[in-house]
């Protein structure tokens, strides 16, 4: 057969990669006190616009209930397919869910770990993907820190690292992290302490003394997971990247890639949805790695 036959040349690798994460607010099904509040359509149509090849999602509450229901209206809605399975880990509802787009060649799911699921309140999943133009697989780990304690969060944050650097060194660790960036990485927009009105809000992201108790971040950072959104801040000089994602005025949803990922870093994107979080997405240069900045110290 001629090699030059489309049926038998492979697929082109794409240029860019989009991963997105959405915290659902009660899985955009709930509202907070449980009674049904059907979100579901404007998330579902804002994804659809923002078109991820990898999506993660926070508090899935609701989405196993009749016959997991839920997760498969949203499976035929974005036409994605789940990477693993929803974890939950010890809560007792909701969880984590990621889906991702499958082309064949292209993007495709070849592993999954959920061994260390327990380890976080709300679940530890991770994917292992092959995507064209990257030299090894893809590890993404979707989180949901919990809101216990900081030293809590932190030891959630450094299995989640751990893991992910363990599969691979092209390594993202995305999803509420439920706290404050490290110092320097919210470019000074940490809000007053005294101007949250949730006692565990300030118990579990300040310390005593009212500075922002910045631990989550600085064990992702120490661990060679870096702030995608602070790196382009200071690569571009655009200080809406800084901006809160969150009630509270602080960025707790975020991005973390390794060091070969950052160095393929293109966007970063707060998108608004009907959920009490800002959705997040980041853009990968899969051409072409980009000139990083130097490592956060």
């Known amino acids: 057969m001629d090699s030059t036959d489309p049926t038998t040349a492979p697929a082109p690798a794409p240029e860019l990669l989009k991963v997105m994460s959405v915290n659902l607010q009660h899985g955009g099904v709930q509202a907070p006190t449980g009674r049904p509040q059907h979100r579901w359509p404007r998330i579902a149509a804002d994804i659809g616009a923002a078109a991820p090849d990898i999506l993660v999602l926070q508090e899935c509450h609701g989405w196993r ?12 809605d974005l036409d994605m397919r789940v990477a693993g399975r929803l974890v939950h880990g010890r809560a007792p509802f909701g969880g984590n869910l990621m889906l991702y787009r499958h082309q064949p060649g292209v993007l495709e799911q070849v592993g999954w770990s959920d061994a260390y699921e327990r380890e976080h309140y ?17 590890a993404v780990a979707g989180v949901h820190l919990t809101t216990v304690t900081p030293e809590a969060a932190a030891t959630e944050a450094v299995w989640a690292a751990d893991r992910v650097l363990r599969y691979s060194d092209h390594a993202v660790v995305i999803g509420d992290l439920n706290s404050h960036p490290a110092h320097g990485d919210d470019g000074g927009t940490a809000p007053d302490p005294r101007d949250i009105t949730k006692d565990l809000d300030r118990t ?40 809160a994602t969150g009630r509270g005025g602080v960025r707790v949803d975020r991005a973390h890639l390794s060091r070969l990922l950052l160095d393929r870093l293109l966007d970063y994107h707060r998108i608004p949805t009907a959920s009490d979080h800002h959705a997040i997405a980041i853009t990968l240069d899969l051409a072409a790695p980009r000139a990083a900045l130097p490592a956060a110290t």
């Not at 209930?65 to 035929?76: K, V």
């Open 122 to 138: 709300n679940g530890l999943g991770i994917a292992l993907l092959h995507v064209a133009g990257l030299p090894e697989r893809l």
């Open 65 to 76: 209930d009749h016959l997991h229901e839920q997760l498969y209206r949203a499976l035929n």
């Open 204 to 243: 579990c992201r300040w310390h005593a003394d009212g500075s922002p108790n910045r631990t989550v971040a600085e064990r992702l950072v120490g661990s060679g997971l870096y702030d995608a959104a602070a790196h382009l801040a200071r690569r571009t000089g655009l200080t809406t990247h800084y901006a």
